[in-house]
Structure formats: C-alpha cells, structure tokens
C-alpha cells in the first residue's frame, strides 16, 4: 500500500510524496513555556515522534523540527505572577526567561520519561529574531503588512491583501473572529495579526529587540514560520500540531509564509483532543490531568500505550480506569517478550518480520488502533506457541512482536528482565520510581547540567541500579 495521511488543507487523503525523494521533513508546534505540560501536550508531542519512527520505517531520512516558544504575553504574566507571590514563598524569584528555561526542562522530562525522541532541531523563538525581522520586511514590501501608524511598534499581517487567507480552515475572513494579540486601534482590519509587538510600558525590557519599527518581541504566529523555513527550506512535507492550533494560529503561519513566496508545507496533519469523561480539560473545572500525575498512577510504558492507543485524529478520553486498562494491555505484550527470553529466543527484528497487515495499518493515515490489533493478534500466537512442545518454532512470532514494539516505541520502555510473578507489583513500583529519576537526569543532560545528571547516577547507583545509556535513551538493571 501507498504512504497515505489525511491533509487538514484539503480535506482528504492522500498519497504521500516526498518533497525531495528519500527524505521526510517534518515540523510541528512545540511548547509554549509558561507552564508545566498537560497530557494534550505530551499526546501531540507522541503522536509525531510514532510518526517520525513510522517514516524512519518506511525507509526515508526524517528531520523533525519542534519548536520552543520562549516569548510569550503569557509568559510575562507569570512571571509577574512569580514575583508577586515571592513574599509568600511560593514561587522562586526569577526573571520571564528563568521561568521559560525552568518550565522547557518540566517539558523535556516528560518526554523523555514516554521514550519521545529528541527532534532533530529544537530552536527556541528567542534565538531567531533576525529570520523573523527578514520574514516582516519581506511581507512588508510586498504589500502584505504594514506598520502600525498609531506609533505603538507593532507590525500587522494585512488579512485583506491576501485573497487565500482563510484556505486552511475553509473560512471567510468576514466570519472570523477578531485578532486578540494587540490593540486593534494601529489596524487596518481588527482581523489583521500581529507580526511584531512593540515594547509596552511596564514589560521587561530585557524581553524586547530591537527592530527597523521600534524595540519589541516576535508575534506567535511569526516564529514557526521562521523557524520552519531556517531549518527545513521554503518547502517541506509535513506541518503538524493539536487541532486547536488550526485557527489562528496555523492559518496565520500558512498566510505570511505563502505571502512571502514560500511554498510552505504539503500537508498539515492535526492531532486531536484529550478530553475527561467526555468534558473539556479545564482548570477552573478541576479536571485536568498532568503528565506526572499520570506517570505516579502508572509506569511510563502504560502511559505511552494509552497516549498512543487511539487514531492521532481522534478525540482521546481519560477516564479512571484508562490507565489500568492501558496496563493490562501492554504488559500482555511486555509478558511474551520475557518469556521469549525465558526461553532463550533472540528479539531482534528486520523490516521485513514485521507483518503486512501491521505494515497496511500504519500505511493508511497511521492507522495506530488496527495495527495494535495485529500486534496483540500476533502476541496471542506468540504465546501459543512459545508454551508448545518447541518453543524455537516461536522464533518468527517473536521478532514480529518485538518489531511492532519498537516501532511503536513501546519496546524500550519495557522491563524484559523484570520479574512477572509475586514480585511483579514490587518491581512496577520499582521501576516507576527508577524511570523518574530517569527522566530527571534526561532533562539535565539535555540542558548541560552535568553535575546534576551525574548525582542523580550516584544516587541511583547507590541503591545498586546499573544505568545503562544508549541512542534509545537509559536502561536500568539491578546489580546482582
């Protein structure tokens, strides 16, 4: 079967076809850091990393890029709300890009804790401000945006002068909401976006650049299209992100860069939701969901399982017994492979063990949940006949159990030496409190905190855990 995925543009599905033959390039929208991730974050962030893995599968060179945005209004505001809470001793003091850093790290723990590989190229906003300032001046001079008269600094994306705006999402631009990033009086249309907001009394001025139109920072809107055509040129193959960033968002990044001459992306694939019991996620409701919450009800490798059990474009529902259930499943897989190994069978794996109809499913539009049928299909054979009179004849179940795993990134994160007996609760919580520590020292190695990460190997060395790193990430064992 032919390479397919539904284009949010146009609405169908499609062969996919690369760009430039043998490689895939893929961008998609990463954290905005003003705060600790939800599970709607971590489940975007899984959903194109089974992409990016599935690609790999498939034979092509995959660059991924996910980008940080580490400007932000919202980012201000909590760091005002930082420093006002400092007298009661809730917060750190710190500065709006000590609170971005420490926020980014929260993130990259929880992706490295899910066994979510690092992209290609992670560029934060704060580190291309000149692209952007080129991107605005070419938009400016062809007559797609202007400065704003009023003398405030900010520049806008002139909505009227492109006659495609509104080709993403299928709108009218008479039926669309106003643009809420700026005062609307410097605008030609209360529609326009913001391209460049200028200084404002009262905000740090280590948050602002200067810039042709005065001191001022980036729109969110300006900084993905920057960054995609820094790292992955004027056209690449795949946008992606949450479905609630198809308006305004994605729709402002494809208008300013198709207005600059760019070709842009050939298709948007859009995740969808996670909801609770049916309702929207909301903290003012109190039912929201963390990925660390998650990760304390059960082990990284359940966590992934239900992150990354349904159709990408589907809506995801958390319920209480999500995860037990998540659980029970993939243990079910993790079980075959300890007792292949119990039984002496090797689990390496070659493209062509796994099978066609794993190989279909992933094919048509990333079809995750018929593929998990095949993969536990296959784990019920496996486990046949591994308890027959010649466990060898299992061999071939083995490596395509094994193969379906590790493409779904499922294999690394499992315990195939851990114990599935009495001792199994044991070694569960074990592993949970193993696979945190973990996480942590991902996220200090991330960011060049060598001596954190290599206190916390101490720390886990004295307790006789052996860590093990690889190109997959860290492993543990216990010293015997």
Known sequence: MTLRF?????????????????????????????GAPHIGHVRSALV????????????????????????????????????????????PREPWWALAYRFERVFGAAYAALGIDPPSYEPRATGHVPEMHALIQELIDVGHAYPAPDGSGDVYFDVRSWPRYGELTRQRVED??????ADPRGKRDPRD???????????PLSAS???????????????????????????????????????????????????????????????????????????????????????REARPLAVRYYLGQAHYRSVLDYRPTSLQEATAAVERVESALVAARAAQLPLD??????????????DDDLNVPRALAVLHETVRAANSALA?????????????????????????????????????????????????LLA?????????????ADTLRDRLAAAGVVVKDGAQGSAWSVES
């Not at 669309?176 to 990033?181: F, G, K, L, T």
């Not at 976006?193 to 905000?203: D, N, R, T, V, Y």
Request: glycine share 8%; hydrophobic share 40%.
């Open 193 to 203: 976006f913001a391209l460049w907001k200028g200084h404002k009394e009262g905000e």
């Open 48 to 91: 194109f990393d089974v992409l990016a893995r599935w690609l790999r599968f498939r034979g092509l060179e995959v660059t991924t890029v996910r980008n940080v945005t580490d400007i932000d209004d919202k980012i201000l505001v909590n760091s005002r709300v930082s420093f006002a809470d400092d007298y009661r001793g809730e917060h």
């Open 440 to 452: 942590q020292r991902a996220a200090a190695r991330e960011a060049r905190d060598w001596a954190l």
């Open 209 to 295: 650049w200067d810039s042709p139109w005065g001191r001022g920072r980036p729109g969110w809107h300006l900084e993905c299209s920057a960054m995609a055509d820094k790292y992955l040129g004027s056209h690449f193959d795949i946008h992606g992100g949450g479905l609630d960033l198809r308006f305004p968002h994605h729709e402002n990044e494809l208008a300013q860069s198709a207005a600059a001459g760019r070709e842009f992306a050939n298709f948007w694939l859009h995740n969808g939701l996670v909801t609770y019991q049916g309702e929207k996620m909301s903290k003012s409701i109190g039912n929201t969901v963390s990925p660390q919450d998650m990760l």
């Open 349 to 362: 794996w070659r493209t062509e063990d796994v099978p066609e109809e794993f190989v279909a499913a992933m």
């Open 388 to 436: 027959g009179a010649e466990p060898q004849a299992a061999q071939p179940l083995v490596a395509a159990v094994a193969g379906m795993a590790d493409v779904l990134g499922l294999l690394q994160l499992m315990s195939l030496d851990g114990p599935r007996d009495a001792d199994a609760a044991e070694h569960r919580a074990l592993d949970a409190l193993v696979q945190d």
């Open 6 to 34: 539904y284009d949010t543009a146009s609405a169908t599905t499609k062969d996919f076809v690369p760009v430039h033959p043998g490689q895939a390039r893929l961008y998609y929208c990463g954290a905005t850091v003003q």
């Open 176 to 181: 669309m909401q106003d643009a809420p990033d």
